[in-house]
DNA sequence: CAGTGAGCGAGCTTCCGCTTGACTT
């Protein structure tokens, strides 16, 4: 009997039914050994002796896999080939080999980039050793994020507030959304104007031109804004006056003369398959998820087997994949849908690891209806087949023609779209709004309708959603897949962003923190860091460096910082925000607005001479159906809305939903 | 699901990344 050890319970599953009756599949549920959770578990004075205990939460796996070792004749470690799962390869090791009296010799690795019979079937032959420069590498990760969150959290209890917390991938995070909200406060609106010229009428050959030039000056780019999956807006504007726009306007005839018409065919490509993020942003765009409910939708369409595993930074797809998706979308949609040459993606991210694929249904011609899925599921597993189908879909052609009209010094620049083939966007049913332009002869006079202005006004950039903070994130190469929807739950179970509208806000207590990490560790909590990190890492998995080496640079002056800011820095004041209520208890003070551990609440500014507390509430524009009075939005410990009454806790009513 | 803030100073809080399951609405 042979036995298989993997990180996941339903790839277990799966393999086990490709080797047969000799092996016995096991998964070890992630990580099985870390760094204690109370104490720092690293002696940075003795060349970062590290001391590593058993999570008691796997004591049952770990029970299983022993007995299963102690009756095997082989083992193979086959976890993800990346840094992470070197090390939970080699932790399961140490377990069989010390806990479990496993001969070394008696131990295997191998592994394989996708679940399939003959990858899977082919690693069984060749197998190899923990790759211990790869473990070292995921060893300095974890112990660099331990002294950086160890460090700075117990800073934050002395010089800020008690169970607060710090970290390199959260930090950044919270400063992202701090440093938005600044440019918000700083921008200032300022007026533009664009000017139109409509031709044509009745409801035939009705088109709009654009003065673009005038006087040789040229329509600058105002704005650029990130829709999504790399699709930039543009705004253009010359006039940033009323002024300057009337006198042009006074300068401009009815009278144009066409200059130019030039059409050319232009494709559009389709994107590559979802990674997690990507996922985590389509889904979060189209019917307003969280992270975590997409997480939790995926989860059970992978365990159902019906998709690749949902925590991947990889765009790549197998070749058998490849070959299946053509397939599908050859029989469904005919020979000139199809991508004349198959499509392969790489990701560009330098953090990636790549040990799975992208995210695609297992099988593309599979008929789902009977599955038994619910709305949720049926929806993302929909989304997931159409990106991954359209991937290998043949691109869509349009037309683009443009038309440039003369009106003095003027020239105005119509633009006409039109689509000539829709290839792809059939598969993903995304909509393309057609603008077709009359026929227009070079050489013509035209006589515009209409000519006028139309006044708009600069736009301050947008706060992040869940999903733009988590692309900013990963474009950083900050976080991982695995941690992105946990990223944001943490910041926000620790009061130090709040969500308005979908969007995220720091709360005070969340400015102050990041003022204070901002004042004294810049060189920690900031975009580069997480980079040069990887970079290093780079050389220990190579083994051009020792990750004590890559710790002991980094040690060095960030122990010195830490002692320096615990004797200088002052105790920070976290800001109240005034309601304008005098105290009713002192009368004296005023009534304001803090931030605790579970949200905000009132007190007086008078505290602690003064103890007078009362509920934060927001009103809700409803009667409770108990009691008739006031109803309020209250939020849970974790930040979760929910209805209350206000007269808690006297009326006990609550609700999830908004009583109608 | 319903508490809070500071400081007395018992003992405690805290990181990131890999997993799923046991709890709810």
């Given amino acids: 009997m042979n036995l298989l050890i993997v ?19 096991l998964a070890s549920m992630g990580h099985i050994r870390d760094l204690p959770k109370s104490k720092l578990g690293v002696d940075v004075d003795k060349n970062f002796k590290v001391d590593y205990v058993l999570d008691k939460k796997k004591s049952k796996v770990l029970k299983q896999i022993k007995d299963a070792a102690m009756k095997a004749d082989k083992i193979v470690l086959a976890m993800d ?35 399939t019979k003959g990858a899977v079937l082919k690693a069984m032959e060749s197998k190899g050793k923990t790759d211990m420069d790869l473990v070292d590498a995921q060893q300095g990760r974890r112990v660099l994020d331990r002294l950086v969150g160890y460090k700075l959290s117990p800073l934050l209890w002395k010089k800020v507030r008690r169970g607060l917390s710090a970290g390199r991938v959260q930090s950044v995070a919270l400063r992202l959304i701090c440093e938005r909200e600044v440019e918000i406060g700083k921008f200032k609106k300022s007026p533009y104007f664009r000017i139109w010229a409509a031709f044509g009428s009745g409801k035939k050959d009705v088109f709009l031109a654009e003065l673009w030039k005038v006087d040789g000056e040229r329509a600058k780019k105002t704005g650029k804004e990130e829709l999504f999956d790399g699709k930039y807006s543009y705004s253009y504007s010359l006039f940033e006056t009323q002024k300057k726009v009337d006198k042009v306007l006074e300068n401009l005839e009815e009278e144009f003369k066409v200059e130019s018409v030039t059409g050319r065919e232009s494709k559009r490509q389709p994107v590559p398959p979802f990674t997690t993020s990507k996922l985590q942003q389509n889904a979060a ?14 989860q059970d369409l992978y365990e159902r087997g019906l998709i690749t595993y949902h925590r991947t930074d990889s765009m790549s797809l197998s070749q058998k994949a490849i070959k299946d998706l053509r397939a599908v979308v050859l029989k469904k949609w005919g020979k000139e849908y199809l991508s004349p040459e198959s499509r392969q993606f790489k990701t560009k991210a330098k953090s990636a690891q790549e040990a799975h694929e992208a995210i695609r249904p297992t099988n ?70 057609d603008n077709i332009l009359p ?58 962003i709040e969500k308005e509208e979908g969007r995220f806000l720091p709360t005070s207590l969340g400015e102050a ?70 105290c009713p208890d002192c009368k004296k003070g005023d009534v304001v607005i803090r931030v605790g551990r579970f949200g905000k609440f009132k007190s007086c500014s008078e505290f602690p001479d003064c103890k007078y507390t009362a509920q934060f509430v927001e009103e ?41």
């Avoid at 990180?7 to 000799?22: F, M, Q, V």
């Avoid at 009209?405 to 993903?428: D, H, R, S």
């Fill in 81 to 115: 080939p990346d840094r992470e799962g070197e090390a939970i390869a080699y932790h399961v090791g140490w377990y069989l080999e010390n806990k479990a009296k496993v001969k070394k010799g008696k131990i295997g690795r191998a592994s394989f980039h996708e679940i």
């Fill in 285 to 298: 765009r189209k019917w307003g998820w969280s992270g975590k409910m997409t997480m939790r939708v995926a």
């Fill in 7 to 25: 990180e996941s319970p339903t790839k277990a599953k799966t393999i086990s039914k490709y080797l047969g009756k000799d092996f016995e599949v």
């Fill in 364 to 433: 593309a011609g599979r008929d789902v209806e009977s599955k038994g899925l619910n709305v949720r599921q049926a929806k993302l597993y929909d989304l997931i087949c159409k990106r991954a189908l359209a991937c290998q879909a043949a691109a869509a052609v349009v037309r683009k023609t443009k038309v440039s009209l003369l009106n003095g010094k003027a020239e105005f620049l119509a633009e006409g779209v039109q689509m000539i083939f829709p290839g792809f966007l059939t598969i993903t049913g995304e909509k393309f709004e």
């Fill in 513 to 582: 923190v990041n003022e204070f990490l901002v004042k004294y560790f810049e060189d920690v909590v900031n975009l580069p860091f997480t980079a040069q990190m990887e970079d290093s890492l780079d050389e220990v998995a190579s083994g051009k460096q020792k990750w004590q080496e890559l710790l002991t640079d980094f040690w060095k002056p960030f122990s010195k910082k830490l002692k320096e800011v615990e004797g200088k820095a002052e105790r920070v004041k976290i800001k109240t925000e005034k309601t304008g209520d005098k």
């Fill in 439 to 496: 026929e227009i002869k070079e050489g013509e006079g035209m006589t515009s309708e209409s000519l006028g202005s139309v006044e708009h006004e600069t736009s301050a950039p947008p706060r992040y959603s869940e999903a733009s903070l988590i692309s900013s994130l990963e474009k950083q190469g900050i976080g991982r897949p695995s941690t992105y929807a946990p990223i944001v739950s943490t910041i926000m179970g620790r009061q130090y």
């Fill in 620 to 660: 809700a524009g409803f009667d409770c159906p108990d009691c008739g009075k006031e109803g309020v939005v209250r939020r849970t410990r974790r930040g979760k809305k929910f209805f209350g009454c206000s007269q808690y806790p006297t009326c006990k009513w609550a609700a999830w939903k908004r009583p109608s």
